[in-house]
């Protein structure tokens, strides 16, 4: 039977002269061989593609990290002053305006921005209310110094899964990511939250109801995200044994 189904083509090649046989045969070899290449040439394209977006998102968190801790510290420094009349706040507004002016340069810079335009515009304004804020109550000043932190936060997110950062395919660099780009800037966001109010508090002992229990949710919040650090190393750990 195998023979009755290569008979015809044999028949075919008794017939054709010897350079037709072998331009065929090697037709017959460089096709697959022509069709793998494509697929190796097309993959590492994509590979190329995904790690040059990556690049971009790494510039832009890069850039935005600094602003963020900045941000943070001036959360607890300005609760600080509130907590000690007279005190002024020893937080630079003017610095953290330039570093957020320095991380929009370097993010504008980038041949993709990523379509943060319009994210950056809300930052920088909300950057400046909780720079601008005279508020005396400090629950109104921590939030007003959220909202600036938040938008980071977000923006920070933003990049991050624009520039699949947080899609990356190999386990172990994707927990690595999400730790570096999610579960590390919000546990040090709650430890900030924590340590302004919990300094303000120590210093006038003005408690209520609604401080402590701020107090002790921006504490549980940053342990669980501490914790979720926890098992992220311990997943990429037991990735790379």
Do not use: C, W
Request: hydrophobic share 45%; net charge negative; glycine share 4%.
């Amino acid at each position: 039977m195998f023979s009755s189904v290569l008979k015809p083509g044999v028949s075919l090649m008794q017939r054709l002269r010897m350079p037709l046989k072998f331009a065929i045969v090697s037709f017959a070899f460089l096709l697959p061989l022509g069709y793998v290449l494509y697929v190796a040439v097309t993959q590492k394209n994509d590979e190329m593609a995904f790690s040059s977006k990556e690049h971009i998102g790494v510039v832009q968190i890069k850039a935005l990290l600094p602003v963020l801790y900045a941000q943070q510290h001036a959360r607890v420094q300005r609760l600080a002053a509130l907590g000690a009349p007279g005190r002024a706040p020893t937080t630079d507004a003017a610095g953290i305006d330039r570093l957020f002016t320095d991380a929009v340069a370097q993010i504008k810079a980038q041949d993709d921005p990523l379509d943060l335009a319009r994210a950056l515009d809300d930052t920088a304004q909300a950057i400046r209310n909780a720079a601008q804020s005279r508020a005396t109550d400090p629950m109104a000043l921590i939030e007003v110094n959220d909202r600036a932190s938040a938008s980071l936060l977000a923006l920070i997110t933003l990049a991050a899964d624009n520039s699949n950062l947080t899609l990356d395919p190999d386990v172990d660099t994707y927990y690595l990511m999400n730790m570096l780009t999610v579960l590390l800037p919000n546990t040090l966001e709650h430890t900030s939250k924590e340590v302004a109010l919990g300094g303000y508090l120590a210093a006038t002992a003005d408690h209520t109801p609604e401080r402590l229990m701020f107090l002790h949710d921006a504490g549980a919040r940053a342990e669980e995200y501490g914790g979720q650090i926890a098992g992220n190393l311990e997943k990429v750990r037991t990735a790379n044994p």
